[in-house]
């Protein structure tokens, strides 16, 4: 895998911020990070030996090290000479919902290039999986090109995660389609369908990413996913059912043990059961990560 590793900042608060005052709040400094949660979370699955490939800066690169070790990944980290270790500020209302509002400064994360990327990364691969973040830099957009190609030319197939909405809405969808061509998986979530396609239904957004891109996943959250291929949603899993603490991680959860299922066998459809049980698992944890035994 490669992506973005960052410190999240996540602070739990009930009710709406006051603004010009205090709110407040539970705050905790955690590891995190699109990429590197994905990654915790397929390694956690027992399913499969993963790598991860990130940018982070100095200031925070052996604690970084340290927590993907102790999470069963085996990290390749390159340690940026001139910017700091991306942060992420984690709103999370701590009330029925727990959604979250990020307010992200990617740093290293998004310095990723070319030059960082090696064949010899493919050696013994089953799949490639590449954080969308990638895709908002113009060096990590480098990075990805070299990549896919070189995935390519050796017949792994690569899968994406389009990563934030937010994002996207600056990139626009076709300059993002036109990045991800040759993908064999994508895997967004609602609002990253919808806004990639144009389409208000999420699974006529599945479908429609579908005749662009062989095997779509599109995350729903509480309702599930959608499975769609050829122009067609093929399958509708359904969500566990839980009282979440934190949906921070919920999506990367899903797309770990999605991606773990897909390496070791499964058919899409029960990979995507599987990514549905560890979204639901993720949600009852503060954090975007697994819990690390001991």
């Known amino acids: ?36 949660n994905v990654a915790c979370w397929a390694a956690h699955t027992g399913c499969a030996d993963v790598r991860l490939l990130g940018r982070v800066g100095a200031d925070a690169a052996a604690w970084h090290e340290r927590e993907l070790v102790a999470a069963g990944v085996r990290p390749r980290l390159v340690v940026d000479p001139r910017a700091a270790t991306g942060t992420v500020i984690c709103l999370v209302d701590a009330g029925a919902s727990a959604e979250r ?11 990723l290039e070319a030059a960082d990327w090696s064949d010899t990364l493919l050696d013994g691969v089953a799949r490639l999986h590449l954080s969308g973040y990638l895709l908002f830099s113009g060096s990590s957009r480098a990075f990805v090109a070299a990549a896919l190609g070189a995935a390519r030319a050796r017949g792994v197939p690569v899968s994406l995660d389009p990563a934030s909405a937010g994002f996207l809405r600056e990139l626009e969808a076709d300059r993002f389609l ?5 993908l064999d998986v994508l895997l967004p979530s609602r609002d990253e369908a919808c806004l990639l396609t144009g389409r208000s239904d999420p699974a006529d957004a599945a479908a429609e990413l579908s005749r662009h891109i062989p095997l779509v996943v599109a995350k729903l959250g509480a309702e599930g996913a959608l499975v769609a291929r050829s122009g067609a949603v093929l399958a509708r899993v359904p969500a566990e059912p839980v009282t979440p603490r934190d949906t921070t991680g919920a999506g990367d959860a899903f797309t770990g043990a999605f991606l773990a299922s897909l390496v070791a066998g499964a058919e899409p459809e029960v990979a995507a059961a599987a990514g549905c049980r560890a979204g639901a698992r993720a949600v009852r944890e503060v954090g975007g990560r697994p819990p690390v035994p001991g």
Not at 12 to 34: E, F, N, Q
């Open 101 to 111: 509002t990020f307010l992200t400064d990617s740093g290293a994360s998004l310095r």
């Open 1 to 36: 895998m490669a992506g973005d590793v960052v410190t999240d900042v996540v602070a739990r608060h009930h009710g709406p911020l006051a603004a010009g005052t205090d709110t407040a709040a539970v705050i905790r400094t955690l590891p995190g990070g699109a990429g590197a």
């Open 178 to 182: 036109e990045l991800a061509a040759g």
